[in-house]
């Protein structure tokens, strides 16, 4: 199965501050299609996860444009321009290229 | 608006079987994936199943295989996750999730207790 490491697993940002999580993958995640189906969730406590990015850096309308995706290959991260008080919460990535899917060990974001 | 909307999730004894329920509006539910996704307490998420549109092809992680069985009924916008021999470690919250790939929108879950 296809491994994914995200870094740091907790993150401690000052409002209006940026804030940047990385995913690594066991195993490249270029598709048999040439896709690379990266994707980024985010889950507050009690809540499903929500989508953010998906397919490396496409970004979800339904979220805030301070969230972006970045990376190829096996190496990814997510971005977020300027941490407000509503994206504390758990932060995973998870690919869709390879059988079976999987998902990073999530990273925990809390607002200093 | 999308929506999906699961049920089935109980309290069940080790050994024991359970069927999972999602029904999905607002979109044509035929014309997509579905996936099942649980999370135990405290815990990450896990993937669990997948199948496609027609129903023709289904997909599992090796903690459900040979065990759990997705399928579902286009006619009744529903999606299914059978779940045989049911073991402690099994308890979660299941999420039905549209699409296989890079799901996008995701039930609020239905909680599968196996205990004795």
């Known amino acids: 199965d296809v491994v994914l490491t995200q870094s740091p697993l907790s993150l401690t940002v000052t409002l209006g501050q940026p804030a940047s999580i990385s995913c690594r993958s066991s195993?490249?995640?270029?598709?048999?299609?040439?896709?690379?189906?990266l994707n980024w969730f985010h889950q507050r406590p009690g809540q499903p996860p929500r989508r953010l990015i998906y397919?490396?850096?496409n970004w979800d309308s339904r979220v805030p444009d301070r969230f972006s995706g970045s990376g190829s290959d096996t190496d990814f991260t997510l971005k977020i321009s300027r941490v407000e008080a509503e994206d504390v919460g758990v932060y995973y990535c998870?690919?869709?290229?390879?059988?079976?899917?999987?998902f990073g060990q999530g990273t925990k974001v809390e607002i200093k | 608006e999308v929506q999906l909307l699961e049920s089935g999730g109980d309290l069940v004894q080790p050994g024991g079987s359970l069927r999972l329920s999602c029904v999905g509006s607002?979109?044509?539910?035929?014309?997509?994936?579905m996936s099942w996704v649980r999370q135990a307490a405290g815990e990450g998420l896990e993937w669990v199943s997948g199948?496609?549109?027609?129903?023709?092809?289904?997909y599992y992680a090796d903690s459900g295989e040979g065990r759990f069985t997705v399928s579902r009924d286009n006619s009744r916008n529903t999606l299914y996750l059978q779940m045989n021999s049911l073991r402690a470690e099994d308890t979660a919250v299941y999420y039905c999730?549209?699409?296989?790939?890079?799901?996008?929108?995701w039930g609020q879950g239905t909680l599968v207790t196996v205990s004795s």
């Open positions: 999730t549209r699409g296989m790939t890079t799901p996008d929108y």
């Open positions: 607002g979109f044509t539910f035929s014309n997509y994936d």
């Open positions: 199948i496609t549109g027609s129903g023709g092809t289904s």
């Open positions: 195993q490249s995640l270029v598709s048999s299609g040439g896709n690379t189906y």
């Open positions: 397919t490396v850096s």
């Open positions: 998870m690919q869709g290229s390879h059988w079976p899917r999987t």
